[in-house]
T-cell receptor
Framework: ETGVTQTPRHLVMGMTNKKSLKCEQH?????MYWYKQSAKKPLELMFV???????ENNSVPSRFSPECPNSSHLFLHLHTLQPEDSALYLC???????????FGPGTRLTVL | GENVEQHPSTLSVQEGDSAVIKCTYS??????FPWYKQELGKGPQLIID?????GEKKDQRIAVTLNKTAKHFSLHITETQPEDSAVYFC????????????FGGGTRLMVKP
């Protein structure tokens, strides 16, 4: 285990639902990341927060909304998703002045 | 932006044989190259990394080599075991705050007993 936890581990939602994914780490890391992992595609970086400020948003649709209330928690709010958004959503974190990222186990999202 | 290519996409070896996975990158400014192992139902786990000031790094049965001139790096696993079966990802980044990794497409390694 890396010390990065994600909840829920599995989520099934309809296209009109609103749900949130949660990521938590108590490793003293100050940067947190959301990635999307789809079948047969490389991991796609979605959002990066450093010191609780968003520093990167890789042209992600607005139906994905991140929130980083403090350095230990990261959320991904989901609304009006499409079936093609079904994927494994991974959270990662890294320590100050280092570039090694530690990943959580992911949330398997299915959009019906 | 950075682009990372990884080959092969699948690799099957007999237990005890060696396995080699290769990656190329496009941005000559990249200076950090980690390798991750992802088992079924789990997130990627860092297994080894190398920085651009080093040409080779070993950790027991795992080694990584880096050729900055050619912009490619490789993962070598010796004496493979069935528990090495997993998907392996290479990545590249430019070290900075809010470090952003660009990943290769992954290699599914199968070690046959």
């Amino acid at each position: 285990e890396t010390g990065v936890t994600q909840t829920p581990r599995h989520l099934v939602m309809g296209m009109t639902n609103k749900k949130s994914l949660k990521c938590e780490q108590h490793l003293g890391h100050n940067a947190m990341y959301w990635y999307k992992q789809s079948a047969k595609k490389p991991l796609e970086l979605m959002f990066v927060y450093s010191l609780e400020e968003r520093v990167e948003n890789n042209s992600v649709p607005s139906r994905f909304s991140p929130e980083c209330p403090n350095s230990s928690h990261l959320f991904l709010h989901l609304h009006t998703l499409q079936p093609e958004d079904s994927a494994l959503y991974l959270c990662a974190s890294s320590a100050p002045n280092t570039d090694t990222q530690y990943f959580g186990p992911g949330t398997r999202l299915t959009v019906l | 932006g950075e682009n990372v290519e990884q080959h092969p996409s699948t690799l099957s070896v007999q237990e005890g044989d060696s396995a080699v996975i290769k990656c190329t990158y496009s941005d000559s400014a990249s200076n950090y190259f980690p390798w991750y192992k992802q088992e079924l139902g789990k997130g990627p786990q860092l297994i080894i990394d190398i920085r651009s000031n080093v040409g080779e790094k070993k950790d027991q049965r795992i080694a990584v080599t880096l050729n900055k001139t050619a912009k490619h790096f490789s993962l070598h696993i010796t004496e493979t075991q069935p528990e090495d079966s997993a998907v392996y990802f290479c990545a590249a980044s430019i070290q900075k705050a809010g470090n952003m990794l660009t990943f290769g497409g992954g290699t599914r390694l199968m070690v046959k007993p």
